[in-house]
């Protein structure tokens, strides 16, 4: 009787312990998440002009993410925004975000055909090449045209045609992380540099009702670019708002 009894507890015990450890590998992260956070992930979404509403469970689908595609080869968006609780165009969002994380490696984004590929041997060389122009030394295409090698022998205008062709093409492809290009003036705006101008007296706010991120004088108001609500700045006291 008594033995049955401690057999009983024995099994207890085994169960709760094999529970424990799954719910905890469930809420381990998987990556490393020191200069992860959701105000960065905000303005990163902010910077490419789309807006994903604060969440609770923002690392949460991040690690899931990860998990997918990195230990799982999930290759499906689709399927990998389903697993992260994720709306396609959010897990999307997510992935660069990762990927100028350097967390993802360099993964071809195909939203119209549903699929995550990494990265061909031959765009890998291309991407290689301008690595060191774009994220290093942050460099416009007019620039890059400058000091590139030049093995063809082009002109200066043929090369910043050649520069802008190919950049546009890893651009296409997702391939390029934290940089927008310009198609009618050909000016690559980068996120480094843009997060880091001070404009003196404005400062980046969450708005109250929506939570997304906005630009407002320190002293001052501004509309909600989002759902046009009132975003008071740190200096506004309680009298005017």
């Known amino acids: ?22 719910k905890s590998g469930d809420t381990n ?3 490393d998440a020191a200069h992860i956070n959701e ?23 991040l690690n899931s993410i990860y998990i997918a595609v990195i230990k799982e080869h999930d290759t499906k968006i689709s399927s990998i925004a389903k697993k992260s609780n994720c709306s396609t165009e959010e897990c999307v969002l ?4 990762l990927k100028n994380k350097r967390v993802l490696g360099d993964f071809y984004i195909d939203t119209l055909h549903d699929e995550l590929i990494m990265c061909s041997e031959e765009d890998s060389i ?29 002109d200066i205008n043929a090369m910043k045609d050649k520069v802008f062709n190919e950049l546009n093409y890893l651009d296409n492809k ?21 997060k880091k101008k001070t404009n003196s007296g404005f400062e980046s706010k969450h708005c109250p009702n929506c939570g997304a991120l ?11 670019n989002y759902c046009n609500s009132i975003v008071n700045g740190s200096g506004v006291t309680k009298d005017e708002v």
């Open 1 to 22: 009787m008594i033995l049955g009894f401690w057999f009983l507890l024995l099994i207890f015990f085994f169960t709760a312990t094999i529970i424990y450890i799954r």
């Open 29 to 31: 992260i998987n990556f």
């Open 39 to 61: 105000d960065s992930f905000q303005r990163y979404a902010k910077f490419f002009g789309s807006y994903i509403p604060t969440d609770d469970e923002f690392i949460k689908k």
């Open 94 to 97: 997510k992935i660069r975000y």
């Open 126 to 154: 291309l991407l290689e090449k301008y690595k060191p122009y774009i994220y290093h030394s942050h460099l416009q295409i007019d620039e890059i045209a400058n000091i590139l090698p030049n093995k063809e022998y082009l």
């Open 174 to 194: 997702g391939l390029l992380n934290g940089l927008i290009i310009d198609d009618i003036d050909r000016k690559i705006t980068y996120y480094t540099i843009e």
């Open 214 to 224: 906005c630009d407002v004088q320190i002293d001052g108001k501004a509309r909600c």
